[in-house]
């Protein structure tokens, strides 16, 4: 083990912990220990921990401020829904056909991710950052638009851009359903998602971002974000490495959104709108830029923390404004961080190389 | 005749995006952080107004000054806890703070004024000949385009001849810099930040007399698009702001009325895209180069 | 850099809630009213033999579980939802009768995830019966769960048949979408037979588009102009207005809620624009917005089950109570959350059901008792209601002409 590197060793101590809050959790939940709502923060919990992960590779790692996370969530929820719905026959067993859903919404999420990354990634700092909301707002917008349904033929998609078609349109034969209905979201889903499935898609994303970094590919994404002129004057392709960065990014987000979409009864794509990719963003600054289990801890945290307020009632989102506020005033307090480099001596000299 | 109508109405939201805009702009320019509060603010400036004249019974124009110097004080008092502690850090962690800002005006209106709409009296109305009225113009729309070309000349006189102007600019320009000239930098902030405000009250009132209902989250769309339409104007120009918001209120309109009323949104924030492409800086905005 | 103080900070915010989360589960074995450890909801058991008809006395203090939104964009529907069951459970609790009630209300931000955490909170709070969810998505969500879970739920306003599709246990207090755009066609019919019509609605919103696609299937002939807006769009309405006076409509049928409808009133009238405006049951509460100018409303109709300006004891008794706690008046919302309690409190007296049963066993005789001809339930939105067995509400609605600024019957 001494002969580990250090962030080897911060990487394999992620994935023990991870590992170990699952089976604490895991065997909690086994026995009857945990109560029905936290049940209920498992898998969402899970996702948005993904979110933040892939989330975190473009804002932490590549530098890139990115205001439109939720859209590909969003690709993935609905891509993911539909595919989960329409395989019911083919796939019988639940799991599988969960992993391939989780796969469909991911391949789009990253299809969208490519496409959108092209425009966006020629841009810089915040004028990059105003693109990706815009996107985010598009996305969300289209799928607001977009009617499927499924039946024996296969597939049926409506595009109701005048805003003044509905299920009828689609023309569906007798016992097909409607999976998709426009702003109203996905109807009628079945529940797929597990928290298993969760833990395996956690380190999974875990995994695919951790060796991502580590890798050459991942040290020439920071030195475009370091110092692109110098990136490039070195031979590095910036485009190409944001780009992969992008994608990846793109695609664990789909994923995340397939097994979320994949939880709930019904979804509406108002669910992934700014305010969402905002939510992610606070989990990710808060965690650490670039930090990746920062971002676990962040995203676990930050999930829970308003349903933990529930208590004060009308009080919990003000609160939770307040919390926000303070946490960050007092991580970026001088004098707070002369005080923690004292209590702590040596951790100011890591600090000072970090 | 109905395209006049449809391009009145577009000017007219228009203008109200570009009062916002004006804000944001100012305070991106010299403070250089995204204010996603600045919604909120103009919300807060809606509700003061509706109380200064439903409860206190004051004329629209007493009104309309209490609740410009409500938000002055509101956005200097917010400047001074929450982003000053935050000057020296990331960019990230402001925003975030911002954030944070803009959730708590949201909920601390919803404790106070309670979640059911209020009905906002314009402040702005007066009778106009009938011919006008025909035609799809409002008091209101003449209202909020005339104070929106004051503002912007306003704006535009006061940061290139006053003395605080060049103060706000040679911030912009390089803070260190700045404060070697003995320029009270602290201040300026501060100063940008009450400008911005008062410009939001403006914005809340007109936006709530065109649109009138007003609920705790009334100014976050407004407050989105009107920061599409500063880096749509190139963010940071005043001007740029103004054209932006014009421009982003037309298309708004346009694509409502002939394209489609779900996708305009959408087509807005296409629009918004394209033109980013083609000049990375905005339209009006200054293309810095990267110096190794 | 910073990393340190941001971890003591996480960790800090951590600790805070995990001793929240710890606080949950003591309060609920506090010293409560409740003590039927029998009463506690079994999410595991199989339900019983359905149709179990338990004669005797109804007893035992109920525990109701609320959902709805409380916080962000649609939190006054919530609130008003909310706050009108909260009257109506204080009112039974006042009787003084074998029956009582605990009411526990959660905020769903009107999202289905927090609704369905919402759902668990409430669980775990030993919730028997389910007054929502408010609004549609997060109560599609919320059945779902409680379908499972065999929790019998009854909507305030979730009137998508979404909702109920295939779910036993879900009943609806409001009309559905489809039945209330059929309404609106027939009298549109009766009432203005040649009228060319314009349609503006909120095609982001269940409720508005169920509506209109039942109103146009049945008017399409004489529709002469059809608007959208959004959740994003719905301050500004020119456009719409515009089109449809361009249009000639002199019939403009609005589904959708009084916040939009007051901005679409407003705005024909700055370009001078007067046909009659036909509102829905969400248009109910217009007039009672404070400070509107109720001049803007003159000549609508607004086809409710509910008008707070009723005489009737029941409507001036809820009225008061409700202004007393909102300082404002009632809507169609608050009513319906009224008349939910009331609905299942009649309904648990009429199956002789007491607290100490299983939920499941509840759920089932609820379902039993709602959906038989002989359970009719008269409350503030209609008298003589009844449920079909998938859980649609039968009533009348009534239109109501706005005149002077106050509800008349044409």
Known sequence: MKNLKKTTKVDFATYIGVTLAFLIVFILQGRGMLTNAMESWLVPVCCFIVMAVSLNLVVGVSGELSLGHAGFMSIGAFSGIVAGMSLAEAVPLVPLRLALAMAVGAACAALAGFLIGIPVLRLRGDYLAIVTLAFGQIIKDLITCLLVGYDKRGLHFVFNLDGLRSVSDLHLEEGGVAIIKGAQGAVGVTKMASFPAGYVLVMVALVIVLNLIRSRTGRAIMACRDNRIAAESVGINVTKYKMIAFVVSAALAGAAGALFGLNYGGLASSRFDFNTSIMVLVYVVLGGLGNIWGSVIGAAVLYILPEALREFADYRMLIYAIVLILVMLATNNDQLKALVGRIIPGRKEADANG | ?292 | MKKSIRFLALALALVMMLALCACGPKTEQGPGPVSNPGAESQPGTEPSQSGNEPSGEASGTFKLGGIGPMTGGAAQYGMAAMTGAQIAVDEINALGGPVQFEFNAQDDVNVADTAVNAYNILKDWGMQVLVGAVTTTPCISVSQEAYNDRIFCLTPSASSTDVTAGKDNMYQMCFTDPNQGLSGAEYVKANFPDAKIAVIYKNDDAYSQGIRDAFYGEMKDSIVYEGTFTEDTQTNFSVQVTAAKDAGADVVYLPMYYQPATVILNQAKAIGYAPTFIGVDGMDGILDQENFDASLAEGVLVMSPFAASSTDDRTVNFVAKYQEKLGQLPNQFAADGYDCVYAIYEAIQAAGLTADMSTADICEALIATFSSDSFTFTGLTGADQTWSANGEVTKVPMAFLIKDGVYTTP
Not at chain 2, 188 to 214: D, H, Q
């Open chain 2, 1 to 292: 005749m109905v395209f006049f109508s449809y391009l009145i109405g577009g000017i007219s939201l228009g203008s109200v995006y570009a009062i916002i805009a004006l804000g944001y702009t100012m305070v991106y320019g010299i403070a250089k952080m995204l204010n996603f509060a600045h919604g909120d603010v103009i919300m807060v400036g809606g509700y003061i107004c509706y109380c200064a004249m439903t409860y206190l019974n004051l004329p629209a124009i007493v009104s309309i000054l209490l609740s410009m110097v409500v938000c002055t004080v509101l956005g200097v008092v917010i400047e001074g806890l929450a982003y000053r502690p935050l000057r020296q850090a990331g960019s990230l962690a402001v925003l975030i703070t911002a954030i944070g800002v803009s959730y708590f005006l949201q909920n601390a209106a919803q404790l106070i004024w309670g979640v059911t709409p209020k009905i906002f009296t314009s402040a702005v109305s007066f009778p106009l000949p009938e011919g006008l009225t025909d035609l799809g113009i409002s008091s209101e729309a003449i209202v909020t385009v005339a104070s929106c070309v004051v503002i912007m000349i306003a704006l535009t006189l006061f940061v290139n001849h006053t003395k605080m102007g060049k103060a706000m600019r040679a911030c912009s320009e390089d803070k260190g810099a700045a404060q070697l000239m003995g320029i009270n930098v602290n201040r300026t902030i501060s100063m940008t930040f009450a400008i911005g405000s008062a410009l939001a009250a403006i914005a809340g009132v007109l936006l709530c007399s065109t649109f009138p209902t007003l609920i705790p989250t009334t100014g976050s769309m407004p407050g989105i698009k009107a920061f599409t339409a500063a880096v749509f104007g190139g963010i940071g120009s005043i001007p740029g702001a103004f054209i932006g918001g014009l421009l982003l209120g037309v298309i708004e309109a346009m694509a409502q009325a002939y394209i489609s009323t779900n996708l305009a949104n959408a087509i807005v924030f296409a629009v918004l895209i394209v033109v980013l492409l083609v000049r990375p800086s905005g339209l009006l905005g200054k293309y810095v180069p990267e110096k190794v």
